[in-house]
């Protein structure tokens, strides 16, 4: 089953933008990681957030996590066409299986 | 370099013939496992193992199979596939532990059954 959701499910945007993409989920986690997928080829992980942590900032990249509504976002500033991907959260929620993975948000930038 | 390797990348059988898709890592990962990604579903899991000899179910275990007798390799099985397992597969694996890591990820194998 999904644990996290992405929200939109696809983003189209302008070079020079920034992108926003939120992902819910439904049970209590030890962090939650963003991944990036390029059409058809392996995920790259992004960037990982604890579950005690607010904030975390990684380039142009800053996600939040808000634990108490089990939520998390992702911000991708000043966006490039380079960054045209989907984008996936997954949750750890400490089980045996590890991470769990969302539905993804499908992002263009538009040159 | 660290990577997942996974053969075939692109696959095209028929009902009913037993396939295998190999997945080796080389970061002496414990922990492995198996997704399929489907248009629309995002990313299910199939099968993952912790070490050497175990393996567990996951999500969508349904027609695979899976075996970890060496750290390295966790080859994915289908015994008799069918056009439902028509899917793009891609093969992780990560550090084991309290403070799970990153998953690393093959390239993904695209599978077609006629």
């Known amino acids: 089953s999904q644990q996290g959701e992405e929200d939109p499910q696809a983003l189209s945007i302008q070079e020079g933008e920034n992108a926003t993409m939120n992902c819910s989920y439904k049970?209590?986690?030890?962090?939650l990681q963003w991944y990036r997928q390029n059409s058809g080829r392996g995920l790259v992980h992004l960037i990982l957030i604890r579950s005690n942590e607010r904030e975390k900032h990684s380039g142009r990249l800053r996600v939040t996590l808000d634990t108490s509504k089990k939520s998390s976002s992702l911000l991708i500033t000043a966006s490039r066409a380079a960054d045209t991907a989907s984008y996936f959260c997954?949750?750890?929620?400490?089980?045996?299986?590890?991470?769990?993975f969302g539905s993804g948000t499908q992002l263009t930038v538009l040159p | 370099e660290a990577q997942v390797t996974q053969n075939p990348r692109y696959l095209i059988t028929v009902t009913g013939k037993k396939l295998t898709v190999t997945c080796s890592q080389n970061?002496?990962?414990?922990?492995m496992s198996w997704y399929r990604q489907d248009p629309g579903l995002g990313l299910r899991q199939i099968y993952y193992s912790m070490n050497v000899e175990v393996t567990d179910k996951g999500d969508v275990p349904e027609g695979y199979k899976v075996s970890r007798k060496e750290k390295r390799n966790f080859p994915l099985i289908l015994e008799s596939p069918s056009p439902n397992q028509t899917s793009l597969y891609f093969c992780a694996s990560s550090l084991w532990g309290r403070n799970t890591g990153e998953l690393f990820f093959g390239e993904g194998s695209r599978l077609t059954v006629l």
């Open positions: 997954a949750t750890d929620s400490g089980s045996a299986r590890q991470l769990t």
């Open positions: 049970t209590s986690i030890n962090n």
């Open positions: 970061m002496n990962h414990e922990y």
